[in-house]
């Protein structure tokens, strides 16, 4: 018997549900690079909804450097990296990655989706605990299924539950707390200091995925760790490229014990068994990291402008979600009111979009608005004006 047709009907009543439900994703395609003044649907943008907290993703320099190494290394490695996908250039990046981070070893992964996918199998089992904030990432949640680990879960940011958690662990080999650096629907950081106190009064290791921190939250931007003047109590961090660093792609694990990273380079699939990161990528993020190092008014740029356009939507009678990071969640109690502010900007030429249940709990809908150093004062003004005026027409 054939099952293909039933099979596909199902799939198209799932999408149909989707659509029915405004749940379906619909992707707005550039005609050009990733930057603040974007094109879309033949109309001009500005983009506050991307990743590019730096403006590193078309940097000249960084386009250059990728360039260079197009004609230097080649466009593929067409190898994993113990075969033959390791060229010099790599292990440089890996050495920037430590330097920045103030660790003693990295290992790069295809993305830090992988990275995270492969960390806690490699290096835990049975007789493990890893206990995981409720936010964590998709990716970290999904690294803790490939693993045997006892598994645990604690509240968002809730300490007092992160240490029962600690207390069902006791007696568990090696317990590992893992957390998100910033939680990237809400701009909330992790509370890293009382999270290390806790660790250290359970003798467990921590674990943090700073994908929305390297790069520019700290003084030199090194990270949550660094805001939190916790470098040398975090085992192990986890992190993109693909963000702040130039956002092209690739993720990485680093730590102040050479021993792990030695480990994964032994051990974890995603490492053993996917492709070398590409050359022109490698390049590129070597010059962005050395952007980064070069000029940390960059970063203080990205906290700047974050700071500006908090203050002008409270100014305005705005509902933001309070703190310091350049992710900026404009809370709407109604999940339509948010998808129609959406749309409202967009008329206005402000490009940024409305999350809603599931993705967020019910009654949290929320504009997501992400700064970046690129942001002019004007632009971040008519950011704001189009939000006012956007609200004036409900
Ligand atoms: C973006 C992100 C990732 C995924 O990074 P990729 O390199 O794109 O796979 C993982 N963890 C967190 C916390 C992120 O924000």
Redesign the pocket.
């Known amino acids: 018997m054939n099952s293909t047709p039933s099979f596909i009907e199902r799939l198209q009543a799932s999408l149909a549900d989707m659509q029915a439900k405004g749940t379906l994703k619909h992707e707005r395609a550039f005609t050009g690079p990733q930057q603040v003044a974007v094109q879309a649907a033949g109309k001009e943008l500005l983009n506050f909804c991307s990743?590019n907290y730096l403006g590193l993703a078309d940097n000249p320099e960084v386009i250059s450097a990728a360039k260079s190494a197009l004609d230097k290394y080649g466009f593929g490695m067409a190898s994993v990296r113990f075969i033959a996908g390791t060229q010099e250039q790599h292990l440089l990046l890996e050495e920037k990655i430590a330097s920045l981070l103030g660790t003693q070893a990295t290992i790069l992964?295809?993305?830090?989706?992988?990275?995270?996918g492969g960390v806690f199998e490699a290096l835990l089992d049975e007789s493990d605990a890893v206990i995981s904030d409720s936010l964590?990432?998709?990716?970290?949640i999904d690294g803790i299924r490939l693993c045997k680990a006892k598994r645990f879960r604690y509240a968002n940011r809730d300490m007092a539950d992160l240490e029962v958690q600690l207390q069902a662990a006791k007696g568990s080999r090696t317990i590992l707390i893992v957390t998100?650096?910033?939680?990237?629907m809400d701009g909330y950081l992790a509370p890293l200091n009382q999270i290390c106190d806790l660790a250290e009064k359970y003798g467990a290791l921590v674990m943090v995925?700073?994908?929305?921190a390297t790069g520019f939250i700290g003084e030199t931007g090194a990270g949550t760790p660094e805001y939190f003047r916790v470098q040398d109590r975090i085992d192990i961090l986890?992190?993109?490229?693909?963000?702040a660093l130039g956002g092209a792609?690739?993720?990485y694990i680093s730590s102040r014990h050479p021993e792990i990273v030695n480990l994964l380079r032994q051990k974890a699939r995603p490492y053993l068994f996917s492709n070398s990161v590409a050359p022109a990528v490698v390049a590129g993020t070597i010059k962005a990291l050395e952007l980064v190092s070069a000029n940390p008014q960059l970063g203080r740029k990205t906290m700047e402008n974050a700071k500006l356009f908090r203050s002008l939507m409270i100014e305005n009678g705005f509902d933001i979600l309070l703190g310091e990071h350049p992710i900026v969640p404009v809370m709407f109690s109604d999940e339509h009111l948010a998808v129609s502010m959406a749309k409202g900007l967009f008329d206005r030429g402000i490009y940024a979009v409305a999350f809603s249940y599931p993705v967020v709990p019910l009654g949290k809908a929320r504009i997501r608005i992400q700064l970046s150093a690129s942001h002019s004062d004007q632009e971040i003004r008519a950011c704001v004006a189009a939000f006012v005026d956007a609200r004036n027409s409900q």
């Open positions: 990743n992964f295809p993305s830090c989706f992988d990275a995270n964590n990432h998709a990716s970290i998100d650096g910033v939680f990237s995925d700073d994908s929305h986890s992190g993109t490229l693909g963000k792609s690739g993720g």
